[in-house]
């Protein structure tokens, strides 16, 4: 998994393996969605996880 900073103008970037556990801290389902700016096909889970690390995804 590659992290990436949406905002972040820095190339400087490392791929990263993250734990398999995280605290949940919002999640929804999307039904409709674009699938050309995401790659995937509704309906998929969206969420905002935060690992033991520390990080957030």
Do not use: H
């Amino acid at each position: 998994m590659i992290l990436w900073l949406r905002y972040c103008s820095s190339q400087d970037v490392e791929e990263v393996t993250p734990s398999n556990r995280g605290k949940v801290w919002s999640y929804t389902v999307v039904y409709e969605g674009y699938r050309s700016l995401v790659g995937l096909t509704p309906p998929y889970a969206a969420a905002f996880i935060e690992l033991p690390e520390g990080a957030y995804v």
